[in-house]
């Protein structure tokens, strides 16, 4: 597959174009990584969802002048955490900087959208953005419970 | 995606499978808008089959709200998988929603 590389079991780089239709081969490479690191349900959902939701901003927001972009993913599954880094050279953009949706409205005052970096803030452990030479790179990790892996880095 | 339709009486009984990801939730959004005027009394939504909802997803099941309140239906969403129940968790919706543990109850309560 196109832009896609498994680096040994517990590595992922995902190259993604500026398109809706690349979250396709995102869930499918998420759910082929959390199966070679023996992720549980649980944990490829909340990796699938957090990148998701931060590859689906830079898509509808990172670009305005158009025109096709690459966007990197790395991935990777250490000892009781997981480690996301989503680079892209679109505009400046600091998740960290995005105010808390409120999510006790009635129906009739809730906003459409909001609630995707709400929900990576939820799910990730730790965030960090920095902007480098023209390129957002933010790093998500994901801490677990080491039980939950089931073969985790035995040699 | 497969969308699997089923008339119960006056109510529809919706049942996507897969994934509501940014992609994939134009598809029940283009089935909620087909029987958007087919005159149902209520609607089930039936989450069973569904593993995973993002924003986007859930963008698709406010819309389905605000539609059967504006036709004056009732909509049920029923059968969430924990992962999908964190989802309307952490984003209020489980506040804003009717949620049911199975399809066959909501449905039982729109006859």
């Given at each position: 597959?196109?832009?896609?590389?498994?680096?040994g079991?517990?590595?992922?780089?995902?190259?993604?174009?500026?398109?809706?239709?690349?979250?396709?081969?995102?869930?499918?490479?998420?759910?082929?990584?959390?199966?070679?690191?023996?992720?549980?349900?649980?944990?490829?959902?909340?990796?699938?969802?957090?990148?998701?939701?931060?590859?689906?901003?830079?898509?509808?927001?990172?670009?305005?002048?158009?025109?096709?972009?690459?966007?990197?993913?790395?991935?990777?599954?250490?000892?009781?955490?997981?480690?996301?880094?989503?680079?892209?050279?679109?505009?400046?953009?600091?998740?960290?900087?995005?105010?808390?949706?409120?999510t006790?409205?009635?129906?009739?005052?809730?906003?459409?959208?909001?609630l995707?970096?709400?929900?990576?803030?939820?799910?990730?452990?730790?965030?960090?953005?920095?902007?480098?030479?023209?390129?957002?790179?933010?790093?998500?990790?994901?801490?677990?419970?080491?039980?939950?892996?089931?073969?985790?880095?035995?040699? | 995606?497969?969308?699997?339709?089923?008339?119960?009486?006056?109510?529809?009984?919706?049942?996507?499978?897969?994934?509501?990801?940014?992609?994939?939730?134009?598809?029940?959004?283009?089935?909620?808008?087909?029987?958007?005027?087919?005159?149902?009394?209520?609607?089930?939504?039936?989450?069973?089959?569904?593993?995973?909802?993002?924003?986007?997803?859930?963008?698709?099941?406010?819309?389905?709200?605000?539609?059967?309140?504006?036709?004056?239906?009732?909509?049920?969403?029923?059968?969430?998988?924990?992962?999908?129940?964190?989802?309307?968790?952490?984003?209020?919706?489980?506040?804003?929603?009717?949620?049911?543990?199975?399809?066959?109850?909501?449905?039982?309560?729109?006859?």
């Amino acid at each position: 597959m196109a832009g896609y590389e498994q680096r040994g079991p517990h590595a992922l780089k995902l190259r993604l174009m500026n398109r809706m239709e690349e979250l396709e081969k995102l869930h499918e490479a998420l759910g082929r990584f959390g199966g070679a690191c023996g992720f549980t349900e649980d944990q490829v959902f909340r990796v699938s969802l957090a990148c998701e939701e931060i590859v689906m901003n830079i898509i509808t927001y990172g670009y305005p002048e158009g025109g096709e972009h690459e966007i990197v993913l790395t991935a990777e599954s250490l000892p009781g955490e997981v480690r996301l880094t989503v680079r892209d050279d679109g505009r400046a953009f600091n998740p960290l900087e995005v105010q808390t949706p409120d999510t006790t409205l009635k129906l009739d005052e809730r906003p459409v959208g909001g609630l995707g970096i709400h929900f990576v803030r939820r799910l990730m452990d730790e965030i960090r953005y920095s902007r480098e030479e023209g390129i957002n790179i933010l790093q998500l990790t994901m801490r677990h419970e080491e039980e939950g892996m089931r073969n985790e880095h035995t040699p | 995606m497969n969308i699997h339709r089923e008339r119960h009486g006056g109510a529809l009984l919706l049942r996507p499978e897969g994934r509501m990801d940014g992609v994939r939730s134009a598809e029940v959004e283009r089935a909620l808008a087909e029987v958007a005027d087919a005159g149902y009394s209520g609607i089930v939504f039936d989450m069973s089959a569904i593993g995973y909802v993002s924003s986007a997803g859930l963008r698709v099941i406010l819309m389905a709200v605000k539609q059967a309140k504006s036709k004056q239906q009732r909509i049920l969403f029923a059968g969430p998988s924990p992962q999908v129940r964190e989802v309307l968790e952490m984003s209020g919706f489980l506040s804003l929603l009717e949620v049911r543990d199975s399809a066959a109850a909501a449905m039982e309560e729109l006859q």
